[in-house]
């Protein structure tokens, strides 16, 4: 199992596990999980309503792609430590990983 941290907008934390090898995005999880995110391209990093900030366990995670890149920087709150949950998988490492959601609400 792999377990991370949430906290959601108005600063509630819950620890997820979800079972190694589900092949979903981070984003797609937090959808299952009923966290009120936009995520309206459906994960094509195409519009950022899916934004979390990583605070912890960022230097674990695969590099962001030039597409995931370009749409962060259309944010005026996008910082160092900013991703798209869309962009995120769900494996070893996310382990231990807390992701702020920052992203536009439905």
């Known amino acids: 199992m792999i377990q991370f941290t949430v906290e959601d907008r108005d600063g509630t934390r819950q ?3 979800i079972p190694e090898g589900i ?3 981070l984003m797609e999880v937090l959808k ?3 966290y009120n995110i936009l995520a309206t391209c459906g994960g094509l990093a195409l519009c950022a309503t899916c934004h979390v900030q990583v605070l912890a366990g960022l230097d ?3 590099p962001a792609q030039d597409a995931e890149l ?3 920087d259309t944010l005026p ?3 160092s430590d900013s991703r798209l949950a869309c962009q995120l ?3 070893e490492r996310l382990e231990g990983g807390l992701f702020r ?3 536009a609400e439905q």
């Open 15 to 17: 620890t997820l596990e």
């Open 23 to 25: 092949n979903l995005s």
């Open 32 to 34: 299952a999980s009923e």
């Open 60 to 62: 674990a995670l695969a």
């Open 70 to 72: 370009d749409m962060l």
């Open 77 to 79: 709150d996008a910082d």
């Open 89 to 91: 998988r769900v494996d």
């Open 101 to 103: 959601i920052r992203g």
